[in-house]
């Protein structure tokens, strides 16, 4: 079974959710899709780096394979829902 993939799809999913539920609307904020795109860059750089030199190693059996470049696509997924749920709940706490 891919676990990775599935929790990052259900990390994916939930982000969005989340996002919709508590009504910060990220997604329609043009500065956050620019963040995102920096996010993106820097991603590229340093987990393109450790998964390159085979310093982070990934098992098959856990994820699809797929990659952009050296890195898994399932990284990306993880990590736009990483940062994403941090900045909703930084939005909904500077609110109060």
């Known amino acids: 079974m891919k676990e990775y993939t599935i929790l990052s799809i259900i990390s994916v999913v ?3 959710l989340l996002d919709k539920l ?3 609307n990220l997604f329609k904020n ?3 899709i620019l963040f995102l795109f920096v996010i993106f ?3 590229l750089v340093v987990n393109g780096f450790l998964t390159s030199k085979n310093i982070v190693i990934y098992n098959p059996k856990y994820y ?3 990659r952009f470049t050296s890195i898994p696509v399932e990284d ?3 990590g736009f829902s990483m940062v994403t749920v941090c900045i909703i709940f930084w939005q909904i706490l500077k609110e109060k």
């Open 64 to 66: 699809l394979g797929w």
């Open 41 to 43: 860059l820097f991603k």
């Open 14 to 16: 939930f982000t969005v």
């Open 22 to 24: 508590l009504g910060v």
């Open 76 to 78: 990306f997924l993880f």
């Open 30 to 32: 043009k500065r956050f």
